[in-house]
């Protein structure tokens, strides 16, 4: 009997240890999957291309804005102005024209931003700008050397990308990564995950390399010492 129990244990123990070995680690530390982690619903269906036909409209139409603006010379406001003057123009002929055709004329509906919809995004854009100033509060205050670097080093190549390329640019790069690396991204998620973990493992061995080598050997800032004592 206790031959048995034993053996029921160990295979529970053997089980469960080849369950941890199974978990994969996923990219940023992601659980679930990829169109769960983007918010699920009609979003994250036109990013990964679960809907073709609107994530292609959304690309075909953003490489237009940008070749209009970018190629062609064209400027923002008169683009808006001349778009909300051919929609009014096309609105209003075909009222007036749709009687002497036999068609009936536009239902206009009645378009209204709901006022929980406003509320939940001042309201979720207000705990990010929080939440922000917290992180750079506490970056600045001198207590993670590691989140520090981390920052300037961001800064840093942000600074250098955008010396490149003018905001509008920057702005359609971004649209197409995310319509663009996401479905990449699920197409060959284990590959591009073990590269991660190696890529994050190396760059682990330089930081302690670093920080045994320069930060630990780097004098402590009396204030800082102080206000802690305080």
């Not at 953003?62 to 400027?75: A, C, D, H, N, P």
């Not at 080598?213 to 004592?229: A, C, M, R, S, T």
Request: hydrophobic fraction near 45%; include cysteine.
């Amino acid at each position: 009997m206790d031959h048995d129990s034993s053996d029921s244990s160990d295979e529970r123990g053997h089980s469960e240890d080849s369950s941890h070995q199974g978990e994969k680690c996923h990219l940023f530390g992601r659980q679930n999957p990829v169109h769960t982690a983007l918010g699920g619903g009609k979003p994250a269906d036109v990013i990964l291309w679960r809907n073709k036909q609107i994530s292609a409209a959304l690309l075909a139409g953003s490489t237009v804005i940008w070749l209009l603006f970018e190629w062609i010379g064209y400027y923002l406001v008169p683009f808006i102005c001349h778009s909300l003057i051919l929609s009014l123009a096309t609105l209003f002929l075909w009222s007036n024209l749709s009687s002497f055709v036999n068609k009936s004329p536009i239902n206009f509906p009645e378009i209204e931003l709901p006022e929980d919809l406003c509320m939940n995004a001042a309201l979720l854009l207000t705990e990010r700008f929080n939440k922000a100033i917290a992180i750079l509060w506490q970056i600045a205050s001198g207590k993670d050397v590691k989140k520090f670097l981390s920052a300037v080093l961001g800064l840093w190549v942000v600074s250098v990308v955008g010396s490149w390329f003018d905001f509008l640019t920057i702005v359609y790069i971004i649209f197409v990564t995310i319509l663009t690396m996401p479905p990449l991204y699920e197409k060959h998620e284990d590959q591009v995950d073990s590269y991660a973990q190696k890529a994050k493992a190396k760059l682990k061995r330089q930081y302690s390399t670093l920080d045994e080598k320069v930060l630990q050997k780097l004098p402590k800032v009396p204030f800082i010492n102080d206000n802690k004592q305080h």
